[in-house]
């Protein structure tokens, strides 16, 4: 038996709540299919990162700015998986769609620009924060963290998502084959979050560096999630929430115009 249609009011209006719900859910049951790929396995490496720095470099000694090494560093590494998999979401589902043709499916469907984009960086952050949560469960058993301000950590949590889907979104549309899109992980987002101090505090880098870093978008997302749990920050809170919030309405933006102009979409 067929599925019944869906009630008028769903689909008429300023906004088709059933297009933009039925593709969101599409993204992410994508990820959800396989989650030994896109939920386990960054859980696997961040827990050889963890054992990397406490057995093998005498983190479980250490000291970070009056912080524990381990707990300094378990708010970066759990950021760190948040952001590649936020980035991943959209720009694998929007590169194998054009490489196989079916983008132009979702192209006919009566979808405006913003609720493609909404479908597409939805997905994205509900697979970062899905790894995020999953990770501050498995890496209890080694370090023992929970956050100290709720606020930050929710939103950093939330702003980190959403600016690394927008920049998978963004990279899907510009890519067309898989080499492109290896160059964008590769020489921008995996050198921008080990430069962000992941692994150490940027306050001991010389002035020009530490100057340099704060310039960094990755930094202030990492320093305000690591706030959340740890109460101590690198930086200014208040530049790092402008930071995020602005890089966040500049992308959407982008992104927004891009998906009317039918960037690398259309013919």
Same mark, same amino acid.
């Given at each position: 038996?067929?599925?019944?249609?869906?009630?008028?009011?769903?689909?008429?209006?300023?906004?088709?709540?059933?297009?933009?719900?039925?593709?969101?859910?599409?993204?992410?049951?994508?990820?959800?299919?396989?989650?030994?790929?896109?939920?386990?396995?960054?859980?696997?490496?961040?827990? =050889?990162?963890?054992?990397? /720095? *406490? +057995? &093998?470099?005498? @983190?479980?000694?250490?000291?970070? %700015?009056?912080?524990?090494? #381990?707990?300094?560093?378990?708010?970066?590494?759990?950021?760190?998986?948040?952001?590649?998999?936020?980035?991943?979401?959209?720009?694998?589902?929007?590169?194998?769609?054009?490489?196989?043709?079916?983008?132009?499916?979702?192209?006919?469907?009566? =979808?405006?620009?913003?609720? /493609? *984009? +909404? &479908?597409?960086? @939805?997905?994205?952050?509900?697979? %970062?924060?899905?790894?995020? #949560?999953?990770?501050?469960?498995?890496?209890?058993?080694?370090?023992?963290?929970?956050?100290?301000?709720?606020?930050?950590?929710?939103?950093?949590?939330?702003?980190?998502?959403?600016?690394?889907?927008?920049?998978?979104?963004?990279?899907?549309?510009?890519?067309?084959?898989?080499?492109?899109? &290896?160059?964008?992980?590769?020489?921008?987002?995996?050198?921008?979050?080990?430069?962000?101090?992941?692994?150490?505090?940027?306050?001991?880098?010389?002035?020009?560096?530490?100057?340099?870093?704060?310039?960094?978008?990755?930094?202030?997302?990492?320093?305000?999630?690591?706030?959340?749990?740890?109460?101590?920050?690198?930086?200014?809170?208040?530049?790092?929430?402008?930071?995020?919030?602005?890089?966040?309405?500049?992308?959407?933006?982008?992104?927004?115009?891009?998906?009317?102009?039918?960037?690398?979409?259309?013919?």
């Amino acid at each position: 038996m067929s599925a019944p249609p869906p009630s008028p009011h769903l689909i008429t209006g300023a906004v088709n709540w059933y297009g933009l719900w039925t593709l969101y859910l599409k993204e992410v049951w994508r990820f959800l299919k396989v989650p030994a790929q896109t939920l386990l396995a960054p859980a696997a490496t961040t827990l =050889l990162f963890l054992a990397v /720095f *406490a +057995l &093998a470099l005498g @983190g479980a000694t250490r000291v970070v %700015g009056g912080v524990p090494f #381990l707990e300094f560093l378990a708010p970066g590494l759990i950021m760190m998986a948040i952001i590649q998999a936020a980035f991943a979401n959209p720009a694998s589902s929007l590169l194998m769609g054009k490489i196989q043709g079916n983008i132009v499916d979702l192209l006919m469907a009566p =979808l405006s620009p913003g609720e /493609f *984009a +909404l &479908a597409y960086v @939805g997905g994205g952050m509900t697979r %970062g924060v899905l790894t995020g #949560l999953l990770l501050l469960v498995v890496i209890q058993p080694f370090v023992s963290i929970a956050p100290l301000h709720l606020g930050f950590f929710l939103f950093h949590a939330l702003a980190a998502s959403m600016m690394l889907a927008l920049l998978g979104l963004l990279g899907g549309l510009w890519a067309e084959k898989f080499d492109h899109m &290896a160059a964008v992980t590769n020489f921008v987002i995996t050198p921008f979050a080990f430069l962000s101090g992941t692994f150490y505090s940027v306050k001991n880098l010389p002035g020009v560096w530490y100057g340099v870093s704060q310039f960094n978008p990755f930094f202030y997302m990492i320093d305000g999630f690591r706030y959340g749990f740890t109460g101590a920050a690198d930086g200014s809170l208040a530049v790092g929430v402008a930071v995020l919030t602005g890089m966040n309405v500049a992308l959407w933006l982008v992104c927004h115009r891009l998906l009317v102009t039918g960037y690398r979409l259309k013919p």
